[in-house]
């Protein structure tokens, strides 16, 4: 192979490998927050975050809607600050939120027939928890002592 193809198969090689590497890191590199979100005055912020607080992320589960920086999250910000400035009501939003994702969006949702296990479960674990402690150590307690055996060498 002649001297001048080799170097001509290696330009193009890096070339390839270098036109890859851009496009990969494009595909991975996280869009940021393209337009973020202003608000008209002191007390819109105030009501917005204290609202976004108490809103679940659909698509994380453990973080608030304030914390999450997920697409959807961005996406229900805005949605909230919107309806914010239709007059609508903190309630009024949080329903409507409820009506497309669920009680699932609420941090606290409503006591129910279908949450109830939400808010008394853990209260209820506890209780059997202590329960099963406590007959375990009556159990043992009525156990007679064994009584050392002297006659063990060591």
């Known amino acids: 192979m002649p001297k001048g193809s080799r170097a001509s198969s290696a330009l193009r090689a890096g070339l390839l490998a270098l036109l890859l590497s851009l496009l990969a890191a494009n595909a991975f590199a996280q869009a940021g927050d393209p337009a973020p979100l202003r608000f008209e005055d002191a007390a819109e ?29 961005q996406d229900l910000r805005r949605e909230v600050l919107a309806q914010m400035r239709q007059d609508k009501s903190d309630a009024q939003i949080k329903d409507y939120l409820v009506q497309r994702y669920g009680e699932f969006v609420l941090y606290r949702p409503a006591v129910s027939a279908g949450t109830w296990l939400l808010w008394f479960g853990p209260a209820l674990l506890l209780l059997a928890g202590a329960l099963l402690v406590w007959r375990i150590v009556r159990t043992r307690g009525r156990q007679p002592v064994a009584e050392p055996d002297d006659t063990q060498e060591w």
């Open 45 to 73: 912020e105030a009501r917005f975050h204290k609202l976004a607080a108490e809103l679940r992320c659909v698509m994380c589960q453990n973080q608030s809607l304030a914390d999450s920086n997920a697409q959807i999250a």
